[in-house]
């Protein structure tokens, strides 16, 4: 285990070495536009699989966190003009008081009514944005990108390696998650709520700590996001394809352990990137679509679950 | 400003516009409130029969409602299949289904939506008939005439549906099936097929409920979001399952609507049925005419 955490750390520090080489050396500009939407959906992917993947319950409320840290650096930028760590800071504390709200309205709610829950209160927020003037209303604002500091020399490359820490710090608490008492509580409560609840397993704590530290994560994902398109407007901020996106690609990645949403939002985040520049964004959706289906019905594991079943074999054909 | 005429304006278009959603919000109402099936493509089926309809009205000049009623047999069949696959995939194994079944359905949600923007583009699109457009004078008051049209078939179809499952031998067997599967399994009697069959039905009146949706107003590939709303607030709000309970609680919620509409205007619309369903979730989770309490 402890080997494992050594190992763990190294490969972080490898990743993140990695990405600030990658702003240093890369001059052409479209490596970090492609790279930053991958990374900001591991984000999401991850944050999802928190509450999604260890406990069980289905979010589509991804957009409203995602959305609301949009907004949440958009009215911060624009009344106050703070730097971009602190419009992040702000987002992650927003997003996990309304992680708490959300979870204490909705969490005791179980299945498709969590999930239909969730859903409604993307809806309610996108509709209260829309209609607050001072962040622009449903026809968006536009918003200017500050002077840039250093070491980076272009906005955007800070943004990648920024989203770039951001998948790190997730990963890093995910993983944490799964190995701790946290994560063995949600385990137990996802297989069985009331036998859980019978052997003193503290169900509605747990996942609320869950619904706040996914939710403060899903946010703090959606804060550079608006400094990224220099513009924000409702109704692609609170796009259900982001709920929709994070769910597929965990599911597709495995919910079983830390790395499978990181898998799936690799997989489909470079596919859709490829099949954006090649054919159009509606096919994109459709092999998204198409690919949830399949593995859902198909592979009901993820592609950790194929994984391990390969593994399994072999060590049986070898013993 | 507001008045009494404005007020009763609103009510008497809230109750035509409810009995129109109790007509997209029956099938939901079968599938979900009596099979427990957690279906939530249900709009996006109920848009692409709208879709289907307007193809058939555009290219060969049919008549909606007609197109509607010559498309049934098309979506019995479809959920047939629907349930079948859904069945055999995810039911049969028992364990975990609810996460995966509903991922299922928004995975063919999204799957229908964008086959449907493939198919006739991302524009509005709506049908010609006789009786779209024009409107009935009633004193100072204007009632178009579409909502006209949805309220009679709305009513008729809520009508025949409640007939249906309480009088015929196979609607009381859906309702057997939605009390316990397992009784009827000693019996003698298949709860599968039963089911596969309230499925088709379920599936089967959205041809109808789709020509509604492109009468009363133009419909777009993505609509069938708005509608997760709506159906499902009518759904919970009636109490699962509940078939004059659907027809109660989507005139509340119609005019719910077109009261808020006329107070603060349409840019808060879509928000009403997700925050009268999330209020009912919260209080009365049961539904007002709940089944299970």
Redesign the interface.
Known sequence: MKRNGIYFWIGAALFLAGAMLMTQVIGNQYPFFACYVILQFIVLAVAWSIL?GYA?Y?N?GTSAFFGVGVYTAVFLFKATGVPLAVQIAAAAAVGALMGFALGL??LR?????F???T???T??I???I??WRYVGG?SGIQLQRPAVMAPFDNYVEMLFFVQAVMVVLAVAISRYIQNSWIGRGLQALKDDELAAECTGVPTLRLKLTACVISGALMCAAGAPAAMYLQYADPASAFN?NYS?SA??MS?IGGTAHWAGPVIGAILLGVTQQLLTVTISS??N??V???M??LF??AA?EGIIGLIRKVRSKRNEGEG | MFSFELLLDAVVIGVLLGCFYAAVSLGLSISFGLLDVPHVAHPAFLVLASYAVYFLNEHYGVDPLLAGLLITPLFFLFGLVAYRLYYETFEKRGSDAGVRGIAFFFGIAFIIEVLIILLFGVDQRSVTADYVGKAWRLGDMRIPFRLVVAFVVAAALTILLTLYLSRTFMGRAIRAVAQDQEALRLMGANPIRIKQWAFGIATAVLGIAGALLIIVAPVEPTLDRTYIGRTFCVVVMAGLGSMSGTLVAAIILGVAEAIVLTLFGASWAPAISFAMLLGVLAVRPQGLFGRRS
Do not use: D, H
Request: hydrophobic share 70%; no cysteine; glycine share 10%.
């Open positions: 999604g069980g289905v589509f309205l909705t709610m179980q299945g498709i009514f999930s239909i829950a859903i409604a209160a809806i309610i996108e509709t209260a829309t209609n449903a259900l929709v769910l597929a599911l509606e096919v959706v459709l998204l679509g198409v949830l289906v859902v019905v009901p």
